[in-house]
């Protein structure tokens, strides 16, 4: 049994019994702009329901006749026509009006479903050839490389940390609130590093309490790096035809390969040119 005026969190079954689908929107005093304040997140518009835009304030909801009105801000000089159902703009372009392009958007739907695009298997560019002035004939082949070998390998430390902040009022207008300080903090140790454990530490205290305890770590760390263990274990024996474990290549004239290892473990990678280690 809905009960009047229906609330915020009543306004599904109030949909439900009529058959429309409501987008609600409240004014944010701070910022001079309307934001959307109910569905908070996307959802799949039903066959048939009409969409309705409506503006609550104080308890009472307003039906908004002209959303492009609601939402033109004063300094907003480009013409830009916004989504009733996503709040995403839309400006004239090369492929057509600001209202032109809204119509599309809201005839895709896609902002009306919280379910991911399938963007299908990757594909490469299709083989393109073209031929230079002295009639030689070029043929460009697609392919996908990686040359970053330095990432191939995980980073033997990361710290994650995240921070809960005193908020104060601020003075300036159009700003609700300002940073005052920090009052908590956590951070997660992930860590390959024999000598520096994983671990999840959370604490009461300041930004410079939190620096203290990075900078011990990173000074451990420091010191774990420059500890190299020796390369210990099985090493299988070079073939003639090897290339290198990481780029796939072979070294240039005049080098040779490295036999490339953990510095934490000893334990053995395999052979790689000098590039690459």
């Not at 620096?211 to 774990?224: D, P, S, T």
């Not at 024996?237 to 390969?257: D, H, L, T």
Request: overall charge positive; proline content about 5%; glycine content about 8%.
């Amino acid at each position: 049994m809905l009960t009047y005026p229906v609330a915020v969190d009543s306004l599904e079954a109030f949909e439900e019994s009529n058959k429309i689908h409501l987008f609600v929107y409240g004014w944010n005093e701070g910022e001079g702009v309307a934001t959307r304040v109910y569905p908070r997140t996307a959802r799949k518009a039903k066959e048939g329901w009409r969409e309705v835009v409506l503006m609550l304030n104080r308890k009472h909801y307003s039906w908004v006749k002209n959303f492009q009105r609601l939402m033109a801000l004063p300094a907003d000089r480009h013409g830009r026509h916004y989504c009733h159902r996503c709040v995403s703009s839309y400006r004239t372009n090369d492929i057509g009006t600001g209202e032109e392009n809204l119509r599309k958007h809201l005839e895709q739907g896609k902002c009306t479903s919280d379910e991911p695009d399938d963007a299908g298997p990757p594909m490469l560019p299709e083989v393109k050839g073209f031929t230079k002035a002295n009639g030689e004939r070029v043929v460009i082949n697609p392919s996908i490389s990686f040359r970053a070998y330095e990432l191939l390998h995980d980073h033997p430390l990361v710290i994650y940390a995240d921070f809960e902040t005193y908020q104060s009022k601020s003075p300036e207008q159009g700003i609700v609130s300002r940073m005052t300080g920090v009052a908590s903090y956590a951070y997660k140790i992930v860590s390959k590093v024999p000598t520096i454990e994983s671990s999840l530490v959370v604490k009461l205290g300041t930004a410079d309490d939190f620096l203290e305890e990075i900078q011990k770590i990173a000074e451990r760390y420091q010191r774990a790096i420059e500890d190299v263990v020796p390369l210990k274990g099985w090493v299988p024996k070079r073939g003639r035809n090897i290339v290198c474990y990481a780029c796939g290549g072979k070294p240039p004239r005049g080098q040779s390969f490295v036999k490339d290892h953990d510095h934490f473990t000893g334990e053995f990678r395999g052979y790689a040119c000098e590039k690459c280690t």
